[in-house]
């Protein structure tokens, strides 16, 4: 399995997972440009405009882009669905759906006219699996899953891949600040989401597209 040599564009690269990604695929001999607000390429990736640009700046700086390794995404929940206010709704389908269109979007005419490409997001179990008190987060993610499996569909004679990887609960430091008093030991490591996501951009998972893959751990 390797990614030596491949250019590979990561957003929400400063989260906890994102920088395990970032670390893995950099240690693997990949070029890897990050995108966040704050740092790499900055943009922000939740308009249309913010997602071409970093698009923009990536092949700018390293003349290609591979690959797209999606991690931007937020939970907000505790509501029932009569009692979720439009504010909520949006903002959850903004981070975790829209952002993600915009993104493979802005990607996609490079991977596809390069004959070579993939692309990993993650999406989560309450995507498939909705739960009280979650609405928009479910719907959002589940949204994310179709976009990445209609992607999967429409580039599979490509050269292109498409894949969704479905966490429980990742492991990471603002996980834990978040629910200080949760069994972290059930939680999945971000390092291990860190090594899937490497397999799936490497050569040896180019059969492998349009899958949706479970990772819950013990949570």
Not at 54 to 78: C, I, K, M, P, S
């Amino acid at each position: 399995m390797t990614v030596a040599g491949r250019v590979i564009l990561v957003t929400g690269a400063t989260g906890g997972l994102g920088k395990a990604v970032v670390t893995s695929a950099a240690a693997g001999g990949a070029t890897v440009l990050g995108v966040s607000r704050s740092s790499g390429i900055r943009a922000d990736v939740g308009t249309p405009e913010g997602a071409r640009s970093a698009v923009e700046a990536a092949v700018a700086q390293a003349g290609r882009v591979d690959a797209l390794v999606h991690l931007v995404g937020g939970y907000a929940g505790g509501r029932t669905v009569a009692d979720t206010d439009d504010a909520l709704w949006t903002s959850m389908l903004d981070v975790n759906l829209n952002a993600a269109f915009y993104m493979t979007r802005a990607v996609l005419p490079h991977l596809i006219g390069s004959g070579w490409g993939r692309i990993v997001t993650i999406g989560a179990r309450l995507g498939v699996e909705p739960g009280a008190r979650a609405a928009a987060y479910s719907v959002a993610k589940a949204g994310l899953i179709a976009l990445t499996r209609a992607i999967a569909a429409e580039v599979r004679d490509a050269g292109v891949t498409a894949n969704a990887i479905l966490p429980s609960i990742i492991d990471t430091p603002d996980n834990r600040a978040a629910m200080p008093s949760a069994d972290f030991s059930k939680w999945v490591p971000s390092e291990r989401i860190a090594a899937l996501v490497l397999w799936l951009l490497s050569d040896e998972a180019a059969d492998v597209n349009g899958a949706t893959i479970p990772v819950y751990g013990r949570a």
